[in-house]
């Protein structure tokens, strides 16, 4: 349900030890889901959010906190969901499966049996052409839409893969001529 009301805040800057800067109005979004969300993140330009969840769903909300569809396919409790651009995301579960859907359609356009174990991480890049994954299965891997199986598989790690983030880099950010990173 959406918070029709802004919520004012009184945070003064320098308030807090890395100085926030003062907000004056937040609006508050709450989705009506029965079920604990594991997950949750809005699109790139914030006009739709999708939440993730222990019974499988994986619902997409418009700004108003109201259901506009839910999508039908894990089964295991879903986990990670990651926005592509404005349009795709993905979301991966408890059993290793990926799942990338298009708002437009009901059934997810993509699926990966992707790794032994959880998966605890999921991040496209900045480009939206590749897709990290990392699991309990001590790997990284990074898949592609155009590959059934990931182009690239990394097992140097020695304990589950907890978090992965790209680099800040490729077009249209302060650094367009680094390479692609990935830390995880």
Known sequence: MYNEKAMPLNHKPGAYPNGFVEATNLNIVTLDDIDSVNDCKWNRDGTAIVSVSEKNNVNLWNTEGKLRHS????TE????????N???FATSSQDGVIKVWDVQSSSAIKTYNAHEN????LKWDYTGALLASG??????????LKHDKPIYTFTEHEEMV??????PTGLGTPLESSE????S
């Open 180 to 183: 692609v990173r990935l830390a």
């Open 77 to 84: 409790p879903v986990v990670n969901i990651d926005w592509k």
């Open 71 to 74: 999508y039908q396919g894990h």
């Open 162 to 167: 907890h978090h992965l983030r790209w680099s």
């Open 135 to 144: 699991s309990e299965d001590c790997t990284v891997k990074i898949w592609t």
């Open 118 to 121: 959880n998966i605890k991480s």
């Open 86 to 88: 404005n349009n795709i």
